[in-house]
């Protein structure tokens, strides 16, 4: 994968241009601000007043409706969710998007999947930063970029990756390196990444840990804070130096008992569950499975939502921050 550093990359392909930010949740704010302060031009596209069209107007950028950020707009960002840029893009942005535009992502499940078909008059391109927009935003004011992917779909103008790599430029993240993949690779190791590890195995792997040790009688408070409190520290260190850098900063009883045990919990019927996960991925029938959610208005994930909630590791977790909360105060 080639990677991509301030000096391989001219913000200025968006001098004169106007960047129109779809949307304004975690990633639109943070990206719009971002843009802002490296001197790009931000328009900001929302439903009209809407639960952010206030929160972005006290931010100080100019907002417009959908449909008119889309018409002025050299650079249409799609900073919204899976399940809302269909109805946006059908409604708001097909009709008036100007040929030579560039239409862009922040992750491919929209093209990968075809819930979304551009023109062919059009550039498509994707500038996807590897971290949630707040992080976004905290390491850019603090001088560097978190890094990001940036990806080609369909080069109309002939400056369709100059003008995804300025993007990146404009968000920091070529201070920090940038990777050069498909859509395709982005959408199905993303959605890999959130279900097996990132957020459904580490879930699991925490809930199902609590609940062994708390079954056995021990305090739910001791159980979460050594499944779930103690699993930021680890990540962090991973983090900084890979698993070498942790294995050397926890007890030397940690690192053996870890790497003696962790092959009972991670078994080869785990493994075969991950490739179950990438299988249906790739034959699209998740993709299928969460487009039916959209049209059943996310009712079930509502419901799966409302009972995370009540799980006695969320309720002993929310007694035991409340407590940190207090001694931050004092």
Same mark, same amino acid.
């Given at each position: 994968?080639?990677?991509?550093?301030?000096?391989?990359?001219?913000?200025?392909?968006?001098?004169?241009?106007?960047?129109?930010?779809?949307?304004?949740?975690?990633q639109? %704010?943070?990206?719009?601000?971002?843009?802002?302060?490296?001197?790009?031009?931000?328009?900001?596209g929302?439903?009209?007043?809407g639960?952010?069209w206030?929160?972005?107007?006290?931010?100080?950028?100019k907002?417009?409706?959908?449909?008119?950020?889309?018409?002025?707009a050299?650079v $249409?960002?799609?900073?919204? *969710?899976d399940e809302?840029? *269909?109805?946006?893009?059908?409604?708001?942005?097909e009709?008036?998007?100007?040929?030579?535009c @560039?239409?862009?992502f922040?992750?491919g499940?929209?093209?990968?999947?075809?819930?979304?078909?551009?023109?062919?008059?059009?550039?498509v391109?994707?500038?996807?930063?590897?971290?949630?927009?707040?992080?976004?935003?905290d390491?850019?004011?603090?001088?560097?970029?978190? *890094?990001?992917?940036?990806?080609?779909?369909?080069?109309?103008?002939?400056? @369709?990756k100059?003008?995804?790599?300025?993007?990146?430029?404009?968000l920091?993240?070529? %201070?920090?390196?940038?990777f050069?993949?498909?859509?395709?690779?982005?959408?199905?190791t993303d959605?890999?990444?959130?279900?097996?590890?990132?957020? &459904?195995?580490?879930?699991?792997? $925490?809930?199902?840990?609590f609940?062994?040790?708390?079954?056995? &009688?021990? *305090?739910?408070? #001791?159980?979460y804070f050594?499944?779930?409190?103690e699993?930021?520290l680890?990540?962090?260190?991973?983090n900084?130096? &890979?698993?070498?850098? #942790?294995?050397?900063?926890?007890?030397?009883?940690?690192?053996?008992?870890?790497?003696?045990?962790r092959?009972?919990? $991670?078994?080869?019927?785990?493994e075969k569950g991950?490739k179950?996960?990438?299988?249906?991925?790739?034959?699209g029938?998740?993709?299928?499975?969460?487009?039916?959610e959209?049209?059943?208005?996310?009712?079930n994930?509502?419901? #799966?939502?409302?009972?995370?909630?009540?799980?006695q590791?969320?309720?002993?977790?929310?007694?035991?921050?409340?407590?940190?909360?207090?001694?931050?105060?004092?």
């Amino acid at each position: 994968m080639k990677i991509y550093h301030d000096a391989d990359v001219d913000i200025d392909v968006l001098k004169g241009k106007t960047v129109a930010v779809m949307g304004y949740g975690s990633q639109g %704010r943070a990206q719009a601000l971002c843009f802002r302060d490296s001197g790009l031009n931000v328009v900001i596209g929302l439903r009209k007043d809407g639960r952010s069209w206030n929160k972005a107007k006290e931010d100080g950028f100019k907002v417009v409706d959908f449909a008119e950020a889309a018409k002025t707009a050299d650079v $249409i960002m799609m900073l919204l *969710p899976d399940e809302v840029q *269909p109805k946006v893009y059908k409604q708001f942005v097909e009709p008036n998007i100007r040929e030579g535009c @560039a239409l862009e992502f922040a992750h491919g499940f929209a093209i990968t999947y075809k819930t979304i078909v551009p023109p062919k008059n059009v550039d498509v391109i994707m500038m996807a930063p590897k971290a949630p927009g707040d992080k976004e935003r905290d390491v850019f004011v603090e001088g560097f970029g978190v *890094p990001a992917l940036v990806c080609v779909h369909q080069d109309h103008t002939g400056n @369709a990756k100059n003008i995804a790599l300025a993007l990146a430029k404009g968000l920091g993240s070529t %201070r920090a390196g940038v990777f050069e993949t498909t859509f395709d690779y982005e959408t199905l190791t993303d959605l890999f990444g959130e279900q097996a590890v990132l957020c &459904g195995g580490t879930t699991g792997l $925490i809930k199902s840990g609590f609940k062994t040790l708390v079954d056995a &009688g021990y *305090p739910p408070e #001791m159980a979460y804070f050594e499944v779930c409190h103690e699993a930021k520290l680890i990540v962090d260190l991973i983090n900084e130096g &890979g698993f070498e850098r #942790m294995w050397h900063v926890v007890s030397n009883t940690a690192e053996y008992g870890g790497l003696t045990k962790r092959d009972l919990v $991670i078994t080869k019927e785990s493994e075969k569950g991950m490739k179950k996960i990438l299988d249906d991925i790739e034959s699209g029938k998740f993709k299928d499975d969460w487009t039916a959610e959209w049209a059943n208005d996310l009712k079930n994930l509502k419901a #799966m939502e409302e009972k995370e909630k009540n799980l006695q590791i969320e309720i002993t977790g929310r007694e035991i921050r409340k407590l940190f909360e207090k001694k931050k105060k004092n």
